[in-house]
């Protein structure tokens, strides 16, 4: 199975960017399509970015769609989140996940296997 180590997390200021990495291991990463999740405090892990085992889908949700950008590079066995034009909102931890079915997957129970999370702060 497929282990992730999410890093790249810190603190912000509003407007201002962030990219964060998730490097797999121990299983075949071109075979999975990755996410990245992200819960605020007190508040639901929800969906923040999507892509497919080839990359060439790549899926978000309206709240972070112009701003941020996922992408992969299965020769290095990463999965990275550009985050521009950050928002107080957009405070969390980021979680990345993998799952072998199905592209275009968005909720949790959809996915696999999990890192362990980066925090990602954005100050007003």
């Known amino acids: 199975q497929v282990q992730l180590v999410e890093s790249g997390g810190g603190l912000a200021q509003a407007g201002g960017s962030l990219r964060l990495s998730c490097t797999a291991s121990?299983?075949?990463?071109?075979?999975?399509?990755l996410g990245w999740f992200r819960q605020a405090p007190g508040k639901e892990r929800e969906f923040a970015a999507g892509?497919?085992?080839?990359?060439?889908?790549?899926f978000y949700p309206d709240s972070v769609k112009g701003r941020f950008t996922i992408s992969r590079d299965n020769a290095e066995n990463t999965v990275y989140l550009q985050m521009n034009s950050l928002k107080p909102e957009d405070t969390g931890v980021y979680y990345c996940?993998?799952?072998?079915?199905?592209?275009?997957?968005?909720?949790?129970?959809?996915?696999?296997?999990w890192g362990q999370g980066t925090q990602v702060t954005v100050s007003s």
């Open positions: 892509i497919s085992r080839s990359g060439s889908i790549k």
């Open positions: 996940a993998a799952n072998r079915d199905v592209a275009g997957r968005t909720r949790v129970d959809e996915y696999d296997y």
């Open positions: 121990g299983g075949a990463f071109s075979d999975y399509h």
